[in-house]
């Protein structure tokens, strides 16, 4: 596959060396000439250097020919036009862009950028996997359907210990999933499954009724 | 009309002030409040500090009622970004936008956005005066 990535910095080298490894065909369009030249001795001769929002730098890497076209820059209005000129002049069938500001996701999707990584929130998110104390701490977003994944721990002295998963009034559009307990294989909850303290439990729920969820699970 | 106009630079302010003595509802936007220098003394609209491409802030500049939205900053990626987000999330009807990459100029138009391109143009004129 042809891969085209817009911005060297350190997402960009690190991808680039990622889907080289993969075996795939990368290059690399880089503003700055230092960082070029950082790039092209680690990694052979895939990095150009340009601004990958000017049509003339991209019909000279080939775009045309691009299967995808990613825009890692720390510019979200970059990542934009870059992505929006390898959609509707270069026909690439498939356009990535790194956002930094999440909430810019919307006017991406609505223009028609294929998929959009926001890396604040999943770097927000793994830190809030690494707060034991967090009640309830959000694994993933299902794309679109308005639907995420969440972690929730049981705590010792929660009044919901000892009752049966149909006991919980658990809010609307909330399924609980799996439950996992130390030294224990993960099990999927029935209407029957008594609740033990420090179990795990993986719920699909949304992100309104959320608050309620942990509410009904923790019992505080 | 109501007119959002972000960036504050001599075509900005120059037009805020022309629309103003208009009579028009003028609010410019610009990152930077020692932009509004630019402005002149008599200017009536509303001068307010922020980012045009940010949601928040446009909405504090009204873009709501908004009939029209300029983009004139430095940057043709800010313009396009902010010409897109008030055409596309706000539906403002008339939305303009400078874009100094003719060639940009030329996607981005055929992408429903009015961009308007001084290189073209100026170069243009100059070619012209210089041939009469």
Redesign the interface.
């Known amino acids: 596959m042809y891969i085209v990535i817009i911005g060297g910095g350190k997402v960009g080298f690190y991808l680039a060396k990622a889907l080289l490894n993969e075996g795939h065909e990368v290059l690399v369009v880089e503003k700055d000439a230092s960082r070029t030249e950082f790039i092209n001795n680690e990694l052979g001769s895939v990095c150009i250097r340009g601004d990958g929002?000017?049509?003339?730098i991209l019909t000279e890497v080939g775009t045309g020919r691009a299967n995808m076209f990613i825009a890692v820059t720390g510019?979200?209005?970059?990542n934009?036009?870059a992505c929006?000129?390898a959609k509707?002049?270069f026909n690439v069938p498939r356009t990535i862009a790194r956002l930094s500001?999440p909430?810019?996701e919307?006017?991406f999707k609505?223009?028609g950028i294929d998929v959009t990584v926001s890396s604040t929130n999943i770097i927000l998110e793994y830190i809030e996997q690494e707060v034991p104390t967090h009640p309830l701490t959000h694994l993933l977003a299902i794309r679109d359907s308005g639907l995420e994944v969440v972690e929730v721990k049981i705590p010792p002295n929660s009044p919901t210990i000892g009752k049966k998963v149909k006991e919980l009034s658990l809010p609307p559009g909330s399924i609980l999933s799996l439950i996992i307990r130390p030294q224990e294989k993960p099990q999927v909850p029935t209407a029957d499954t008594t609740l033990q303290a420090k179990d795990l439990i993986i719920a699909v729920t949304t992100p309104e009724a959320e608050e309620a969820l942990r509410t009904v699970l923790r019992g505080l | 009309m109501n007119i959002v106009i972000m960036g504050c630079g001599r075509v900005g302010a120059r037009l805020a002030g022309l629309l103003d003595i208009e009579g028009h509802s003028v609010t410019i936007l610009d990152i930077e409040a020692y932009s509004f220098r630019w402005l002149p003394p008599e200017f009536a609209g509303t001068a307010l500090v922020g980012d045009g491409m940010d949601e928040e802030v446009l909405k504090k500049a009204g873009i709501g009622k908004a009939d029209v939205f300029v983009a004139v900053t430095e940057a043709d990626n800010h313009n396009i970004m902010a010409a897109q987000i008030a055409k596309h999330l706000f539906n403002v009807p008339k939305v303009l936008c400078r874009i100094y990459d003719p060639l940009r100029r030329e996607l981005f138009s055929s992408l429903g956005i009015e961009a308007l391109s001084p290189t073209t143009t100026f170069a243009q004129m100059l070619k012209d005066k210089i041939e009469r």
Do not use: A, F, P, Y
Not at chain 1, 53 to 56: D, G, H, L, Y
Not at chain 1, 75 to 78: A, G, I, K, S, V
């Open positions: 929002c000017e049509v003339s510019e979200d209005e970059d934009l036009v929006q000129l509707h002049k500001n909430r810019n919307t006017i609505k223009l």
